[in-house]
């Protein structure tokens, strides 16, 4: 059985490495990694986890690397490079494919090296999917040739620079990044500091008098325009979050907050420790991710 339930296919393996890049993500890595069996390679790069991450890779068959994080954009791009097939499939910690979208992978046609290819998002709180609101059409690519893509040196929400758009295959990447509501609003506040040093590097030009306005219609447009209300509560807090996206870099920049140094995937923790707060994670969003701001 593949973890969404479905029938799971003869093992067919093919020439791409499945990368992803951990820390602490003990909690659903092994479901990860079995979702990817039908790839030739499958490499874990680890950055200090403490838990049993690398145990856990390591009974699954993939191979397990060490980098110190340098960021979410340069340790994936680290991943890439240290594959050892030119087609990547990215996933993170917490995201599982489909029964479908491990059959559309398979069946992509792989000879056209300047192709590259995306895949719908699902995400949930603890086990109940997110349905509406600014998560409802999260797309994000994943599997690309590393000769004519790569990763771009972002410390947060990086993404992948491709010589032309992707296409969208079937099936979907079921996305376990939040344990608890709390933890929706702590990847808020854990992204801030990154964000501001963003905008900091950028000299974009902040007004502290539109920061209200900035975070009421961030709301509205969630929770409303978007129709996060028919998620019930789940709505009203990814609506929050927005709201902290929204404002919360930006008065560090006018407070003079100096950003703390890039931290470690959320996913690759367990979300529900108050020790969550010091961590992050990162998505590579061909339209608006569940991590964007």
């Given at each position: 059985?593949?973890?969404?339930?479905?029938?799971?296919?003869?093992?067919?393996?093919?020439?791409?490495?499945?990368?992803?890049?951990?820390?602490?993500?003990?909690?659903?890595?092994?479901?990860?990694?079995?979702?990817?069996?039908?790839?030739?390679?499958?490499?874990?790069?680890?950055?200090?986890?403490?838990?049993?991450?690398?145990?856990?890779?390591?009974?699954?068959?993939?191979?397990?690397?060490?980098?110190?994080?340098?960021?979410?954009?340069?340790?994936?791009?680290?991943?890439?490079?240290?594959?050892?097939?030119?087609?990547?499939?990215?996933?993170?910690?917490?995201?599982?494919?489909?029964?479908?979208?491990?059959?559309?992978?398979?069946?992509?046609?792989?000879?056209?090296t300047d192709a590259c290819f995306a895949l719908r998002r699902r995400t949930f709180i603890g086990q109940r999917e997110v349905v509406h609101g600014p998560w409802s059409d999260d797309r994000v690519l994943r599997l690309f040739h590393r000769r004519t893509a790569s990763f771009k040196p972002l410390p947060v929400h990086e993404e992948v620079s491709a010589s032309r758009p992707p296409v969208l295959l079937e099936g979907s990447i079921l996305h376990y990044s939040y344990a608890t509501s709390a933890d929706v609003l702590a990847r808020s506040?854990?992204?801030?500091?990154?964000?501001?040093?963003?905008?900091?590097?950028?000299?974009?030009?902040?007004?502290?008098?539109?920061?209200?306005?900035?975070?009421?219609?961030?709301?509205?447009?969630?929770?409303?325009?978007?129709?996060?209300?028919?998620?019930?509560?789940?709505?009203?807090?990814?609506?929050?979050?927005?709201?902290?996206?929204?404002?919360?870099?930006?008065?560090?920049?006018?407070?003079?907050?100096?950003?703390?140094?890039?931290?470690?995937?959320?996913?690759?923790?367990?979300?529900?420790?108050?020790?969550?707060?010091?961590?992050?994670?990162?998505?590579?969003?061909?339209?608006?991710?569940?991590?964007?701001?």
């Open positions: 059985m593949t973890p969404d339930g479905g029938s799971a296919e003869p093992r067919k393996t093919i020439p791409i490495s499945a990368v992803v890049i951990t820390r602490n993500a003990a909690a659903h890595l092994a479901d990860v990694l079995a979702a990817v069996d039908f790839c030739a390679e499958r490499l874990v790069l680890d950055s200090g986890s403490t838990d049993d991450t690398v145990a856990i890779a390591q009974r699954a068959g993939a191979r397990v690397e060490h980098q110190p994080f340098l960021g979410y954009g340069p340790q994936k791009q680290r991943a890439v490079d240290l594959a050892t097939h030119d087609w990547i499939l990215s996933l993170d910690a917490d995201e599982v494919l489909d029964t479908a979208a491990r059959r559309s992978i398979q069946a992509a046609r792989l000879a056209d506040l854990r992204y801030a500091p990154l964000k501001a040093g963003i905008i900091r590097e950028k000299g974009q030009r902040v007004n502290g008098l539109t920061m209200p306005l900035r975070g009421l219609t961030a709301f509205v447009k969630s929770y409303l325009l978007r129709g996060g209300w028919r998620d019930g509560a789940a709505g009203f807090v990814v609506a929050l979050s927005r709201v902290i996206d929204s404002t919360l870099p930006r008065a560090m920049v006018l407070l003079d907050e100096v950003p703390g140094p890039a931290d470690q995937p959320p996913a690759e923790r367990k979300a529900s420790s108050i020790r969550s707060m010091s961590a992050g994670n990162g998505a590579d969003s061909i339209s608006r991710s569940p991590d964007a701001g």
